[in-house]
């Protein structure tokens, strides 16, 4: 199988926003083929004729940098089309619906987002209306997606039940639901991190489990370093690797377990606006980079 490393762009929002300055550092300062493009890069709420010029400028750049934008995913927690208002519901459709379009002239294989998350009032009173409309939501997507040109979606399982697919029971049901009328394959987007805490089911904040139940449908995994305490989307250096559960060898070794033909992990990292923090960046992602690479060099290559 091959295991692709990748950098989810979430972190180079604010910091690295010109697409000459970003390719320039994936390739340059961190060596890696592959990012997931991300809409708070460029917000399709924009007029067509900025998107159209960025869109140029994002592949000249990552051509000449020879990058691959294999995945992209939206940015914010928005209610998405889960929102109660069905006039604003539509707009997150429309606004998904050109999300799509910029992630296929981008060259992705595949575009994402959260499901949609409910508020409190609809979760306890409007689950399953709720529900209805989100998947309805995404099958009209991937009818899109398969007109642009995109291989599949993604959708990535988050770690309560209001955002939908917090436990493995409840993502593999959202699965089936979602692929039983959608146009092109609805798959996942893993992340180690993520999962119910407060399940029954130890094995639904495992990450280990998460892979070897649904890995088989998860195209792009998200990696960074989890710890006991709440804040995560931590780079693997050394002080969190000491006390991280998330081991490589043991993520690779899982993978290698399941029948598939390739995977993109990409590094979401999130780092606070304080310092050293934000100076920190480049240095702790390069850190994360090396620290991966010799597994996968070790098991893989």
């Given at each position: 199988?091959?295991?692709?490393?990748?950098?989810?762009?979430?972190?180079?929002?604010?910091?690295?926003?010109?697409?000459?300055?970003?390719?320039?550092?994936?390739?340059?300062?961190?060596?890696?083929?592959?990012?997931?493009?991300?809409?708070?890069?460029?917000?399709?709420?924009?007029?067509?004729?900025?998107?159209?010029?960025?869109?140029?400028?994002i592949?000249?750049h990552?051509?000449?940098?020879?990058?691959?934008?294999?995945?992209?995913?939206?940015?914010?927690?928005?209610?998405y089309m889960?929102?109660?208002?069905?006039?604003?519901?539509?707009?997150?459709?429309?606004?998904?619906?050109?999300?799509?379009?910029?992630?296929?002239?981008?060259?992705?294989?595949?575009?994402?987002?959260?499901?949609?998350?409910?508020?409190?009032?609809?979760?306890?009173?409007?689950?399953?209306?709720?529900?209805?409309?989100?998947?309805?939501?995404?099958?009209?997507?991937?009818?899109?997606?398969?007109?642009?040109?995109?291989?599949?979606?993604?959708?990535?399982?988050?770690?309560?039940?209001?955002?939908?697919?917090?436990?493995?029971?409840?993502?593999?049901?959202?699965?089936?639901?979602?692929?039983?009328?959608?146009?092109?394959?609805?798959?996942?987007?893993?992340?180690?991190?993520?999962?119910?805490?407060?399940?029954?089911?130890?094995?639904?904040?495992?990450?280990?489990?998460?892979i070897?139940?649904?890995?088989?449908?998860?195209?792009?995994?998200?990696?960074?370093?989890?710890?006991?305490?709440?804040?995560?989307h931590?780079?693997?250096?050394?002080?969190y690797?000491?006390?991280?559960?998330?081991?490589?060898?043991?993520?690779?070794?899982?993978?290698?377990?399941?029948?598939?033909?390739?995977?993109?992990?990409?590094?979401?990292?999130?780092?606070?606006?304080?310092?050293?923090?934000?100076?920190?960046?480049i240095?702790?992602?390069?850190?994360?980079?090396?620290?991966?690479?010799?597994?996968?060099?070790?098991?893989?290559?």
């Open positions: 199988m091959r295991i692709n490393l990748g950098l989810h762009l979430g972190f180079a929002t604010t910091r690295y926003n010109d697409p000459k300055i970003w390719t320039r550092l994936v390739r340059k300062e961190l060596d890696l083929d592959y990012v997931q493009f991300v809409s708070d890069l460029l917000d399709p709420s924009l007029p067509n004729k900025i998107i159209n010029k960025e869109i140029e400028k592949n000249y990552t051509k000449k940098n020879n990058i691959l934008i294999k995945h992209t995913m939206t940015s914010p927690r928005y209610n889960g929102h109660y208002n069905k006039k604003i519901s539509e707009h997150w459709k429309k606004w998904l619906m050109k999300f799509i379009s910029i992630s296929a002239k981008l060259g992705a294989d595949g575009a994402g987002s959260l499901l949609g998350i409910y508020s409190f009032h609809d979760l306890k009173n409007n689950f399953y209306s709720t529900e209805e409309k989100i998947i309805d939501g995404w099958v009209k997507l991937s009818d899109h997606a398969k007109k642009q040109g995109l291989k599949y979606l993604i959708w990535e399982p988050m770690s309560i039940k209001r955002e939908m697919g917090d436990t493995i029971i409840s993502a593999n049901k959202l699965h089936k639901k979602l692929n039983s009328k959608s146009k092109i394959p609805i798959l996942f987007n893993l992340d180690v991190d993520h999962g119910n805490n407060s399940s029954k089911n130890k094995g639904d904040f495992n990450p280990y489990q998460w070897k139940t649904v890995g088989h449908l998860s195209p792009a995994i998200h990696l960074k370093q989890k710890t006991k305490d709440i804040f995560s931590k780079p693997f250096i050394k002080k690797n000491k006390i991280g559960i998330i081991k490589p060898e043991k993520i690779i070794n899982e993978l290698k377990k399941l029948n598939i033909d390739e995977v993109t992990m990409y590094f979401e990292f999130s780092f606070r606006e304080r310092e050293p923090y934000d100076s920190r960046a240095n702790d992602i390069k850190e994360s980079v090396k620290y991966w690479r010799k597994y996968i060099d070790k098991h893989i290559n």
